[in-house]
């Protein structure tokens, strides 16, 4: 069994589509889609650190259902509440109560609180997946999988990729926070690959994923993916990937596993199809 930590944030999601389907109280942020994502990775023991809200015990249940560790997650009196708003051109996230400014429009890097290092000790060893991290992490001994805080490379560019440090650093932008640096992806890619020496799996949107290493670049994309609903498949890919690389995968071998399990993520509201398939996988494995 091999032990992936996932650090980053729970929210309640109201998601509102353009074409009138609204969807209200869904289950949702990075941590929850990325510890579902990387259940499906076989032997995989996931390590949740985020605050996990009394107000919504659901979120506590459906870990513990699943076998998640909660004991590097403190409790809080209340969740994150976000509005997410898509229409033809975009996508807007709106806080509610208590969020972050990980993507909500106009917000500034300001730190609101400790950021994602409150929940790490400086001596992890395994491999840990961080969520919209604030800058500076240090890691020394761990493997880091990045995906990155969209508002910090806004505000500090190339500078944000390069301030991190650990034995190996995977970074997993998305197209929109490679456009931010430059509205050329390609020239993107390669900027952060040359200025930090890292290994990159960018997430193209329906272009699909981009694997990009001293020794390969490859773009891999699903052509069956059906498209329901586009909340959480980043962050589901992202621990797909995470646990994929914690058992030895090589870059191309995780981002084809992560693939298969965004199919998942898009086929259903919030995270529904996730936890609707994993509860079959739990039910095939008691029998």
């Known amino acids: 069994m091999t032990e992936l930590i996932v650090v980053g944030g729970i929210s309640i999601d109201h998601l509102i589509y353009e074409r009138g389907e609204a969807h209200y109280d869904c289950l949702g942020g990075p941590a929850l889609y990325a510890s579902l994502g990387a259940l499906f990775v076989p032997n995989t023991k996931v390590s949740v650190a985020t605050k996990l809200p009394t107000d919504e015990p659901e979120i506590r249940r459906l870990f513990e259902e699943f076998g998640v560790d ?11 509440r976000i509005w997410i708003l898509h ?14 400014a990980t993507e909500i429009q106009g917000a500034t890097s300001e730190p609101q609180d400790e950021g994602l290092s409150q929940f790490l000790t400086g001596d992890e060893r395994g491999t840990v997946l961080l969520c919209s991290p604030e800058p500076g992490i240090q890691l020394p001994q761990a493997t880091l999988i990045i995906d990155p805080h969209q508002t910090y490379v806004k505000d500090l ?8 440090s650990a034995r190996r650093i995977v970074f997993l932008p998305s197209r929109l926070q490679l456009s931010i640096l430059d509205e ?62 914690a058992h030895g995968d090589s870059l191309e071998v995780a981002t084809e596993k992560a693939l298969r399990i965004v199919r998942t993520t898009l086929d259903g509201w919030g995270p529904e199809s996730l936890i609707r398939k994993l509860e079959q996988m739990n039910h095939m494995k008691g029998q």
């Open 70 to 80: 909660t004991s590097r997650s403190p409790a809080s009196e209340a969740a994150e």
């Open 87 to 100: 229409d033809k051109c975009s996508r807007k996230l709106i806080p509610v109560r208590n969020s972050s």
């Open 157 to 164: 560019g190339i500078e944000y990729f390069k301030s991190f």
């Open 184 to 245: 050329n992806v390609d020239r993107s890619i390669r900027e952060i690959s040359a200025e930090t020496g890292c290994e990159i799996i960018a997430r193209l949107d329906a272009d699909g994923m981009r694997v990009f290493a001293r020794d390969v670049d490859l773009a891999m994309k699903d052509p069956l993916a059906r498209v329901v609903d586009t909340t959480g498949a980043g962050d589901s890919s992202a621990g797909a990937i995470a646990a994929s690389l």
